[in-house]
């Protein structure tokens, strides 16, 4: 049996979030927002992606379109999305998703902006 990726477990977390399933337990351990980081960890990207899941939510809710969608996304040092790129199965979905990633705010870092790929299963 093929052992699942990490953007499998994201995508489970995720899927599991937007349905109101996720348990805080599950989640990575997440500092403080305030205290400095060079980079941006696993848990700060998550719980900032979580936030936004109910605006993800409504783009699958507006165009019912079920599939794999794949954020592209740069995070710049100030916690601010700079840039994204969605692909999946539905253009509208995907521009829909993108609006919200573009909206994700981030812990302040003071390395190299991230470029991060993450995934939304809607269903």
């Known amino acids: ?63 019912r379109t079920t599939g794999l969608y794949s954020a592209a996304f740069t995070i710049v040092g100030d916690g601010h999305v700079k840039w994204t790129n969605v692909r999946g199965p539905h253009t509208e979905t995907s521009y829909c998703i993108s609006l919200a990633v573009a909206t994700a705010t981030f812990p302040r870092f003071s390395g190299a902006p991230q470029s991060i790929v993450y995934p939304f299963v809607l269903r």
């Not at 599991?16 to 927002?33: E, F």
Request: charged share 20%.
């Open 1 to 63: 049996m093929k052992r699942p990726s990490t953007a499998d477990l994201l995508a489970v977390a995720l899927v599991a979030s937007l349905s109101g399933c996720a348990s805080t337990s599950n989640l990575p351990p997440r500092r403080p927002w305030n205290d400095p980081r060079e980079q941006l960890d696993k848990g700060d990207i998550v719980y900032a992606m979580q936030q936004i899941a109910p605006a993800v939510g409504r783009c699958f809710d507006r165009f």
